[in-house]
């Protein structure tokens, strides 16, 4: 496995917190009984199950470019109760299903996806009569987290090299883009943000928890330019940003997250656009 490849064992590390966005959109998902459901950027697939245990009627894709995380899929998918498709989502063709989709969701996926804005008209309007698209992308790159991030590869020697990967997450718009992007499409529309607050464990002498948050996703590009002693210092310097930007404290490390979601259903009534 590279550096830059997924790695589900540290995706894995903080899966309560990253799987609650998931919930929080599919419990505005109205889809009492869809034939088919697609899970575009399944991941490790442990919430993909989740929607096979919600609909377990509905036939469930999962399709992902990453192989290790859908080794990690099929893995936990012990009955073979999902179809696990190796795919590029912006090669992604939902004819390929062979079947209209009723559920699309795609969950904090967007973001490695520049040309998004481009592709959602096209999935939204293959979805079957009545069919629910549903998106939820992260929206906190300019916290220090990443801003931290940014600045440290900035003054690294092989600035030039890293750029393109650390830029690539600035694919992501704002809420009202979203919402005019789909009320286009829709009048039943529903698009917000939430602010998590995460509460991340520390240990002692363990690495800093959003180190080790980011090393699962937005680290990964860094770590894949450069080589071993190069990751060893670059790690060094951003651990040590933040250790000041997000203190350790005697609860562990809080940890502010904002994330945008979008709902859209087709041929509905309009359900409203909200955004705080």
Same mark, same amino acid.
């Given at each position: 496995?590279?550096?830059?490849?997924?790695?589900?064992?540290?995706?894995?590390?903080?899966? %309560?917190?990253?799987?609650?966005?998931?919930?929080?959109?599919?419990?505005?998902?109205?889809?009492?009984?869809?034939?088919?459901?697609?899970?575009?950027?399944?991941?490790?697939?442990?919430?993909?199950?989740?929607?096979?245990?919600?609909?377990?009627?509905?036939?469930?894709?999962?399709?992902?470019?990453?192989?290790?995380?859908?080794?990690?899929?099929?893995?936990?998918?012990?009955?073979?109760?999902?179809?696990?498709?190796? =795919?590029?989502?912006?090669?992604?063709?939902?004819?390929?299903? %062979?079947?209209?989709?009723?559920?699309?969701?795609?969950?904090?996926?967007?973001?490695?996806?520049?040309?998004?804005?481009?592709?959602?008209?096209?999935?939204?309007? !293959?979805?079957?009569?009545?069919?629910?698209?549903?998106?939820?992308?992260?929206?906190?790159?300019?916290?220090?987290?990443?801003?931290?991030?940014?600045?440290? !590869?900035?003054?690294?020697? =092989?600035?030039?090299?890293?750029?393109?990967?650390?830029?690539?997450?600035?694919?992501?718009?704002?809420?009202?883009?979203?919402?005019?992007?789909?009320?286009?499409?829709?009048?039943?529309?529903?698009?917000?943000?939430?602010?998590?607050?995460?509460?991340?464990?520390?240990?002692?002498?363990?690495?800093?928890?959003?180190?080790?948050?980011?090393?699962?996703?937005?680290?990964?590009?860094?770590?894949?330019?450069?080589?071993?002693?190069?990751?060893?210092?670059?790690?060094?310097?951003?651990?040590?940003?933040?250790?000041?930007?997000?203190?350790?404290?005697?609860?562990?490390?809080?940890?502010?997250?904002?994330?945008?979601?979008?709902?859209?259903?087709?041929?509905?009534?309009?359900?409203?656009?909200?955004?705080?």
């Amino acid at each position: 496995m590279t550096d830059s490849a997924w790695d589900p064992r540290q995706y894995a590390v903080f899966s %309560g917190h990253r799987g609650r966005p998931f919930t929080d959109l599919l419990a505005r998902v109205d889809a009492p009984a869809p034939r088919l459901v697609v899970d575009l950027g399944c991941g490790p697939g442990d919430l993909t199950l989740g929607l096979a245990r919600r609909w377990p009627q509905a036939r469930v894709v999962g399709v992902d470019s990453s192989p290790e995380m859908l080794q990690r899929a099929r893995e936990l998918d012990a009955e073979g109760r999902v179809e696990w498709v190796e =795919r590029r989502a912006e090669e992604w063709d939902p004819a390929a299903t %062979g079947d209209p989709v009723d559920v699309l969701v795609t969950n904090a996926t967007l973001q490695w996806v520049p040309t998004h804005l481009r592709l959602v008209p096209t999935w939204v309007q !293959a979805l079957a009569p009545g069919g629910t698209f549903a998106m939820q992308v992260p929206s906190n790159f300019e916290a220090p987290s990443h801003r931290l991030m940014r600045e440290v !590869a900035a003054r690294h020697a =092989r600035a030039e090299e890293l750029r393109p990967g650390l830029e690539r997450a600035r694919a992501v718009a704002d809420p009202q883009t979203y919402a005019a992007l789909l009320l286009e499409l829709t009048p039943d529309v529903d698009v917000w943000q939430t602010t998590y607050e995460h509460v991340l464990a520390t240990t002692p002498d363990g690495p800093h928890p959003v180190l080790e948050w980011v090393r699962g996703t937005g680290l990964r590009p860094v770590l894949g330019v450069l080589d071993a002693d190069e990751r060893d210092a670059f790690v060094a310097d951003y651990a040590r940003e933040l250790e000041t930007a997000y203190p350790r404290r005697s609860f562990g490390v809080l940890f502010p997250f904002t994330r945008t979601f979008a709902v859209a259903r087709t041929g509905g009534r309009r359900s409203g656009v909200v955004d705080g």
